[in-house]
């Protein structure tokens, strides 16, 4: 919870119960299926996020797959 609460007073990014479930799932892959404005993008860059600061992962070793260059270069964005 703390890693949430300093993403949210940082960036204002609150998740919800699933969402926060999904960043925490870290043994393994991850499948995101969710409807157009659901929050995938900010999950998955939360996750990745999640991964690199709490969990130690080396950048190098993440990979992240979508569907289009224009969700490809949105994700990249907010990333930074």
Do not use: C, W
Request: hydrophobic content about 40%.
């Amino acid at each position: 919870e703390d890693f949430f609460e300093k993403k949210r007073l940082a960036l204002g990014v609150s998740l919800n119960k699933v969402q926060k479930q999904a960043v925490l799932h870290t043994a393994g892959p991850l499948l995101l299926l969710a409807s157009p404005g659901s929050g995938k993008t900010t999950t998955t860059i939360m996750r990745i996020g999640y991964l690199i600061e709490e969990k130690g992962v080396t950048p190098s070793r993440i990979k992240a797959v979508t569907f289009s260059r224009a969700s490809a270069s949105d994700m990249r964005d907010r990333f930074k």
